[in-house]
């Protein structure tokens, strides 16, 4: 079993950038790829951003340019950057992790981190 706790959520205005992070309990993290999406109300869970164990990474095109995606392997640790936040960004973030290669829907992940709530005011 794999946990998996982010921080660095928070209210920020229109242009603003936060740093969110996610934290894994397993030891083999480095063989994981890692996944953040996120849930708005009354909206599914999309995908936002993952990174291979290789360090690949994959962007869904509203983020591209705006929020990066790293690892430190050494902390167990993934982080999303996030710029130029609008308000469309509002959302609760989750952090996933699944063993093996990179994908795009959230089921194919197997551990979940219990989200953290990103607001962004116009």
């Known amino acids: 079993q794999v946990s998996l706790v982010e921080a660095g959520g928070g209210l920020v205005q229109t242009g603003g950038s936060l740093r969110l992070s996610c934290t894994a309990s397993e030891r083999t993290f480095s ?3 890692m996944g953040w999406f996120r849930q708005a109300p009354g ?3 999309e995908f936002v951003a993952a990174i291979s164990w290789s360090g690949s990474t994959y962007y869904e095109d509203s983020v591209k340019g705006r929020f990066t995606i790293s690892r430190d ?3 167990n640790t993934v982080y999303l950057q996030m710029n130029s936040l609008k308000p469309e960004d509002t959302a609760v973030y989750y ?3 699944r063993e093996g290669s990179f994908r795009r829907s959230s089921s194919a992940y197997a551990y979940w981190g219990q989200g ?3 607001t962004v005011s116009s």
């Open 73 to 75: 392997n050494t902390k």
């Open 116 to 118: 953290t709530q990103v």
């Open 31 to 33: 063989s994981y790829a």
């Open 95 to 97: 952090c996933a992790s």
């Open 43 to 45: 909206k599914e869970r």
